[in-house]
């Protein structure tokens, strides 16, 4: 019996859900969620998730400027040699750029760093919050108890590849598990005329997007490339008798030929599909992103996270022609691992980010002449904070770190969890000043799937762990 790919899903659903495996709970009933959280799906809306790649340094990237905690921080990251990695204060020449949360902390104040400006005026006009201290964790955590052990901690900390994984899925790289956004997914995708663009990448394979069912689709450029030849003359062969279509999709009895040609005919299929969008009505509206200006050389430059972001503005341009009405995108930006040369290199990187989103913001302002920034949430992500305290020149792997979400429907200007103290042998310094994260990644994801539509128990399915937390929404998307 042959079932078109859709039903085969389907299909493969409700076996997983009837075999009731233990090593698969996610699948349990994951048909029947699916169709459950799809029906709702009536609007359009996207999750973007901007990974950078590396471990970004939180305690230059958003700072606590009152009279205490920039004595220490002036004290604790100034060092004798030109490798310092202190910021200059509010005021000096390329000085921290201050931001008023709304919801103002006795005796606190706080500023952004300098080459962050486009993210300031969007964090001031409402349309970017700061989530603070959010990390991995797989229950609350206090220093005592991890100290002591005995409490369930993510494995691997400070290990790049293990907490990339862990952000992204919530297992370690190991594991080999779905991400969360390709499980969001994986109970959307029915919404959507064409699920195959359900997740879609273009930032190469990412854990974030893998699902049990919802494969992701990459791409990278302005465009969906096709299969090359495909439609050409082929040694001597006239292009409407090519025969490479039937050899690279045809029929085979051994099961991997067969899910080859499986996944050629996808790619055939959604490339045609995506490339008409995004060359046709996805793309008007969507301008080239400017140069960004490198702020150590004063330069203009092109920016590659911009151009990832620009893919993705045409995308969901084209969501009407696609059928779509729930996505989920992962871009990402590495160099983070700044280990060496940090002032230089992140103020560069932090550029990129602040240009990147504030031409994406602007983008989505006027898509197709529709506002589309209350559909579309960007937020940011990486494999960890880092150590407060300088190697000299840089600084070390770190816990947990802050970041930025951004959209029409975030609740902005405000400052969300719980900032730490400045400094080193507080309460939440694990070693060198590095943070023991008070909020999880399945908060910060869970508070997302929330305004994505799932139910709490599509919520407690996406992020295995959210059932260990009181808290479950953050409050920061209306």
């Known amino acids: 019996m042959h079932l078109p790919p859709s039903s085969r899903r389907q299909f493969l659903g409700k076996i997983l859900a009837m075999a009731g495996s233990g090593s698969v709970p996610f699948t349990l009933n994951l048909a ?8 709702g799906a009536t609007d359009y809306k996207a999750i973007v998730c901007l990974f950078m790649n590396g471990g970004n340094d939180h305690f230059n990237t958003v700072l606590a400027t009152d009279s205490t905690s920039w004595s220490d921080y002036r004290r604790l990251r100034t060092t004798a040699d030109s490798g310092s990695i202190a910021l200059p204060g509010i005021g000096a020449t390329g000085g921290v750029l201050p931001i008023v949360p709304n919801s103002p902390q006795a005796g606190r104040s706080y500023a952004l760093h300098p080459s962050l400006q486009p993210l300031k005026t969007l964090f001031d006009a409402g349309r970017v919050a700061v ?7 797989v229950q609350p955590l206090t220093l005592a108890q991890y100290k002591a052990g005995g409490v369930a901690v993510p494995p691997r900390l400070f290990s790049h590849n293990d907490q990339q994984a862990m952000w992204q899925s919530s297992q370690t790289e190991q594991a080999g598990s779905a991400g969360w956004g390709g499980r969001l997914g994986d ?10 663009l359900t997740c879609v990448s273009t930032a190469g394979n990412a854990r974030f997007l893998s699902g049990r069912m919802v494969r992701q689709y990459q791409l990278s450029g302005a465009s969906a490339p096709p299969i090359s030849r495909l439609t050409d003359n082929l040694f001597g062969v006239p292009a409407s008798a090519n025969p490479l279509r ?7 009895a051994d099961p991997f030929q067969k899910e080859h040609a499986a996944v050629a005919a996808r790619a055939i299929s959604s490339q045609a599909a995506m490339a008409g969008a995004m060359l046709g009505a996805g793309a008007a509206g969507v301008p080239d992103p400017l140069p960004y200006i490198n702020p150590n050389t004063g330069q203009a430059a092109v920016n590659p996270l911009a151009l990832q972001l620009q893919t993705v503005a045409r995308i969901i341009g084209g969501r009407n022609t696609l059928g779509l009405k729930r996505q989920v995108f992962y871009v990402s930006l590495g ?5 060496d040369f940090q002032a230089r290199n992140q103020a560069d990187l932090l550029a990129k980010v602040a240009h990147a989103m504030a031409y994406f913001d602007n983008a989505l302002a006027n898509l197709q002449g ?6 579309v949430t960007l937020f940011t992500a990486s494999d960890f ?16 770190s802050h970041h930025f979400i951004m959209g029409g429907a975030v609740k902005g200007k405000n400052i969300y969890g719980s900032m730490p103290v400045t400094g080193i042998g507080h309460d939440l310094d694990v070693g060198s000043g590095s943070l023991l994260p008070t909020t999880s990644v399945d908060q910060y994801g869970a508070t997302l799937a929330s305004w994505f539509g799932l139910s709490a128990t599509q919520i407690a399915d996406v992020f295995p762990n959210i059932g260990n937390f009181s808290i479950r929404n953050l409050g920061f998307m209306g």
Not at 33 to 39: D, G, K, P, V
Not at 188 to 196: H, Q, R, T, V
Not at 335 to 339: K, N
């Open 370 to 375: 529709n506002d589309m920034r209350k559909q």
């Open 187 to 196: 109970l959307l995708a029915s919404a959507n005329g064409n699920s195959a």
């Open 385 to 400: 904070g880092r150590t407060f305290t300088s190697n000299g020149d840089g600084t070390d792997h770190g816990w947990g």
């Open 246 to 252: 039937q050899i690279v999709t045809g029929d085979h």
């Open 335 to 339: 160099g983070f691992d700044s280990h």
């Open 131 to 137: 989530l603070a201290n959010v990390g991995t964790l």
């Open 32 to 39: 029947a969620m699916s169709s459950a959280a799809a029906e």
